[in-house]
C-alpha cells in the first residue's frame, strides 16, 4: 500500500503534464484560427518614352532610350501561415506510451510482494535450520497473542458487566428480563468485538445476563 501511494505523485505529474498540453494546443489553435491575415496585390506599371523629331539626334535618342520602354504587371497573394503556430495534439498512442511506464510502475508494486516471499523461500533452502527456528518463533508468539487476546477480553467483558447501566439501559434491561422476546427486537451487537448482531450470534445461557456474541467471539 505505502509503495502504490508513492505513485501517486507520478500520476498527478503525468496528469499535470497532459493537462498543460491539452491547454497548450487549445490555445495555439485559438491563436491561429483568429490571427490569419492573407495579402492581395494587384498592380500594373507601364514605362514608354517617345522621341518625336527626324534629326541624327532624335534617331540616336530613340535607339538608345528605346530600351527603357518598359510594361509589367503584378499580382502578389500572401499571408502570414508561416509566422503562425501549428499545434498538433497527441494521439491516442502518444497517450498510451505515457502511461505504459506508470502502469508497469503499479504492476511492480503489486509484484514486489511475491518477489519478497521467493526471497524467503531461497533463504529456507539454504539456511534449513534458520528457517526452522524462524517459524517455531512465529508460532510461539501466535500462540502468546492468542492467550492474550482471550485473557484481554475476558477482563473487557467482565469491566462492561460491573459498569452501572445507563437509565434507559437499565429499564430496557429489566423490560427484557421479563419478556425475554423483546431482546429480538434491540438493536445489540456482539459484546467482545461490537459486530452488529446476525442470526449465527449465540446468547449467554445464563437467565439473568442474556450477553450477545458473535459465533468467533463465543
Not at 439501559?169 to 431482546?183: A, D, E, H, I
Not at 449465540?202 to 463465543?218: E, I, N
Amino acid at each position: 500500500v505505502v509503495e502504490l501511494l508513492e505513485c501517486i505523485a507520478p500520476l498527478l505529474l503525468l496528469l499535470l503534464a497532459c493537462g498543460l498540453d491539452h491547454a497548450l494546443v487549445t490555445m495555439l489553435s485559438v491563436i491561429q484560427e483568429h490571427s490569419f491575415v492573407q495579402y492581395s496585390f494587384h498592380g500594373s506599371h507601364q514605362l514608354s518614352l517617345h522621341v518625336l523629331g527626324r534629326s541624327l539626334m532624335a534617331g540616336l535618342l530613340r535607339s538608345s532610350i528605346g530600351a527603357l520602354n518598359t510594361s509589367s504587371h503584378v499580382e502578389l497573394d500572401t499571408s502570414n501561415v508561416a509566422c503562425l503556430p501549428q499545434p498538433h495534439s497527441l494521439g491516442w498512442q502518444d497517450y498510451a506510451d505515457s502511461c505504459l511506464p506508470l502502469l508497469v510502475l503499479v504492476m511492480l508494486c503489486l509484484a514486489q510482494v511475491y518477489a519478497y516471499r521467493l526471497r524467503r523461500a531461497i533463504a529456507a533452502f539454504f539456511f534449513p535450520k534458520r528457517e526452522k527456528r524462524r517459524v517455531l518463533y512465529f508460532y510461539n508468539k501466535l500462540l502468546r497473542q492468542r492467550q492474550s487476546f482471550v485473557q484481554r477480553q475476558r477482563k473487557l467483558v467482565t469491566q462492561r458487566a460491573h459498569q452501572l447501566p445507563g437509565l434507559m439501559s437499565s429499564v430496557l434491561g429489566w423490560c427484557c428480563r421479563y419478556w425475554p422476546r423483546l431482546r429480538h427486537w434491540l438493536h445489540r451487537s456482539c459484546t467482545v468485538c461490537g459486530t452488529p448482531r446476525t442470526p449465527q450470534d449465540r446468547v449467554c445461557p445464563t437467565p439473568s445476563c442474556g450477553a450477545l456474541y458473535c459465533r468467533p467471539c463465543w
